[in-house]
Structure formats: structure tokens, C-alpha cells
């Protein structure tokens, strides 16, 4: 509480057990950081995720998710995505694991991205060797950009979701060469390239009741076929003899592919509105960042 005190807030209270922004909190006063902590600590709010708490500044910018696939050695960056970790619009309410995000962003130029590549991703790297441990896999960069300076979050060793969902849609070269050459350390001069001035959108579909506890399954009908340009990524979902049941938190992705944001935007909204199933709920400004560039 002491070192609460010593903040500006808002201030940043994670249980250290859960990743992904799940199970964390943005304290807006120091009485709310040091109820959150008592709560972590006492296993009321995330039972033993949170026995462990991290409290941290609050960084003030926009987040973006940066996928750069390893072979230990060399590292290729995927177009970065912007996530939306917030449950409601306008980033408001809970934090949650993704309820949407799209690639690529307008958010992001050359420059910064050279940053990430330069600032955080290649010394990650080259530390993993000089301790012994080369990374092979997708290491995943979750940035806060505050004033054009990339702050790196957190890691995860695993693609991102929903960030993945749009961002595979999008790859027109072989996704199988990229895995594979990075497992076989042999990334070297690999070129990869994506589809040629194509967006893709994801909003996700939650469950009546998620962040906040399991929903009663409820039948998922859908209206419209999907296509090229709008499919669906079926997450928390269980296939029952009558149909398929939203049985999770996040229970499905609608993905929008279009040759601009608002036209990938519609196909991934046209096409949630074809998706049914009690207690639906769903971000509606997912982009809203790239929109108002
Ligand atoms: N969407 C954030 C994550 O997968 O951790």
C-alpha cells in the first residue's frame, strides 16, 4: 500500500498467473489499486492467478500486438495489429483477452516499426542466445506507443487472439515455408508477402456474461453464408447433436476482408448480424483508432 501511495494514477494492478490482459485492472484512484491488490491477494477475485500481484505505471498511448516468427537466429515481423482489450466502447469497462482487432494499421509506419524490430524485438533475440536459449516460434509483442516511443508490455511465445484471425487471412505467400523455415532455422532472406492493399477486421462475439463468469450455452444460428470477404473463427463453441453451442467466453470471430477499413468493417459487421445466439454481445468501434486518422 505504501508503494501504491508513492503512483500517479492511474495505476496498473495485474494477477500475475493469467496473461494476455486478462486479469488486469486499471485503478483510476489509489483506494481502488489497493482494493484490487487486496482482492488478487486474498484469491477472491482470480483464486490463485492472482496470489501473485505485479503493480506498474500506467502507460498513456495506443497498444499494438507485433508478431515477429524466430528461428532462433533471424526473425521475420508480420504487419502489426491493434487490438481492443476493453469489453465495451471507447475502451471502456473490464479488461478482456481481445474483443476485436485489425491489420494492418495506419497507426503503425515504417519508422515505428523499425523501432520495434530494432528497440525490442532484435535485443530479445540476440539475449536469448547469449543466455543460451535461441528462440524458435512466434514471439509476440504486445507495444504501447507513447509519444512515437514503443513500450514493450508483455511477451507471449504464441500468435495472438483475436489478432490471428485476421492477420492469417491476409498472408498470400506459404504459410507452411514461413513455420517451416523458422522451425528449421532457416528464416534467412524468407520474403514473405501479404495480400496487396487488403484490410482485415475481427469483432469478436462474447457470451452473455463474459469477463465475468461462465453463461448458460445458447444455440448459435447464422444467416448468411460466409465468402471470401466475411467468414467466421469459431473459439468457445461446442458441437452438440442439434447445432453448435456458445459454450465459452469469446465465442466466435467475425472476419471482414476488405480493400479499406470501412469496407472490411461492413463485411465483418454485415456478417455478425447474421450471427445469433442468447446473450450476444459485441464491440461496435472496432478500428475506431484507423477511422479517425
Ligand atoms: N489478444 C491478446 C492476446 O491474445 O493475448
Known sequence: HDFIDTMSTPIVVKADGLCGGKGVIIATSHEQAKTTVNDMLSGSSFGDAGKKVI?????????LSVFA?????????????????????????????????????????DTLMKKIENDLIAPTMEAMIS??????GVLFAGVMVVNGTPKLLEYNVRFGD???E????LIESSVFDLFHLAATNQLGSLNVTMQTNKVAIGV??????YPYKSSVPAKITVTQEESENAHISYAGVTQKEDGLYATGGRVLVCVGIGNTIHEAREHAYGLMDNVHFEGKHFRKDIAYQALAQ
Open 69 to 109: 516468427i524466430c528461428d532462433g537466429k533471424n526473425f521475420i515481423t508480420l504487419p502489426a495489429a491493434q487490438d481492443h482489450k476493453r469489453l465495451l466502447d471507447n475502451d471502456e469497462g473490464p479488461n478482456t483477452g481481445g474483443m476485436g482487432a485489425y491489420v494492418p494499421t495506419p497507426l503503425v509506419d
Open 162 to 164: 483475436p489478432e490471428c
Open 131 to 136: 543466455e543460451g536459449h535461441p528462440f524458435e
Open 204 to 209: 469478436v462475439a462474447a457470451s452473455k456474461d
Open 55 to 63: 503493480v506498474e505505471e500506467y502507460l498513456d498511448g495506443f497498444e
Open 166 to 169: 485476421e492477420i492469417m487471412p
